[in-house]
């Protein structure tokens, strides 16, 4: 199968030629040998631009020039030389490894707020909330993960009850969707049912929007979390005890 210019061009840009170097570069391929001026005029660039994009391109040992009559006249190196360059900066990123590991792995602030995207997001959320092994305080939450996802759901709640998590659960379903065995229910009156869903775990609070393509984000923040929990606390003292479904 050919390979097209555009596809040339577009492969030279990701070795690290610019869009102008580019452009010089195959015009010199084509021409074999030209002045600076037939270049612009070949390459649509204006002079100055053109001689700065043969300078980076020389320096690259990308191409070379050779004096005719007092004048400048550049031509492309073989292309076997891109690889050379390829391999050169190759070894130039391997001198500059050791550091940049040490620099990666070196202790760091903590983020304390990660948003997720989609259903595979959610489930690292609940995921999370498995990982944690905590007491998990939720509103908001009508049995949208069941509906959703009834698999994982399952496997949610018989992990809570393998490990004795206790859930509080506030709805503003009269029946809301089995949680697990060792969740406890409340019904609270809300004038509409709302799709956010909110988990109170340890230091972190997990916000869950359950919309047609679910987003979710984690707050691990301690004060924050005891602001949160204090403000259910008040609900579930307002909410009545209910059965599960």
């Known amino acids: 199968m050919a390979i097209s210019i555009d596809e040339i061009k577009s492969t030279l840009k990701k070795?690290?030629?610019?869009d102008n170097e580019t452009k010089i570069y195959f015009?010199?391929?084509?021409?074999g040998s030209s002045k600076a001026g037939r270049?612009?005029?070949e390459s649509r660039i204006n002079r100055t631009t053109t001689y700065d994009a043969l300078k980076r391109l020389l320096e690259k040992g990308l191409i070379n020039y050779v004096i005719?009559?007092?004048?400048?006249?550049?031509e492309a190196a073989p292309p076997e030389r891109l690889k050379e360059y390829l391999k050169e900066k190759e070894e130039e990123l391997e001198k500059i490894m050791p550091m940049l590991k040490k620099i990666h792995s070196s202790p760091k602030e903590k983020h304390n707020v990660t948003l997720y995207y989609g259903y595979k997001g959610v489930k690292t959320v609940f995921m999370n909330i498995i990982r944690e092994g905590k007491d998990n305080d939720v509103f908001g939450d009508e049995g949208q993960l069941s509906k959703k996802r009834p698999?994982?759901?399952?496997?949610?709640?018989n992990w809570q009850d393998k490990n004795k998590i206790r859930t509080r659960l506030l709805s503003g379903l009269k029946t809301p969707e089995a949680y697990s065995k060792g969740t406890t229910y409340r019904y609270l009156p809300l004038p509409t049912l709302s799709p956010v869903a909110t988990n109170i775990y340890g230091n972190k609070?997990?916000?869950?929007i359950w919309t047609d393509t679910p987003e979710a984000i984690i707050i691990e923040n301690?004060?924050?979390?005891?602001?949160?929990?204090?403000y259910f606390e008040f609900l579930w003292k307002s909410a009545k005890p209910i059965k599960k479904s």
């Open 205 to 208: 609070i997990a916000i869950i």
């Open 15 to 18: 070795m690290g030629l610019s």
């Open 151 to 157: 698999a994982f759901a399952k496997y949610f709640a």
């Open 222 to 230: 301690k004060a924050a979390a005891e602001s949160y929990r204090n």
């Open 68 to 74: 005719k009559e007092n004048r400048k006249w550049f």
């Open 39 to 41: 270049l612009s005029k």
């Open 27 to 31: 015009t010199l391929l084509e021409l």
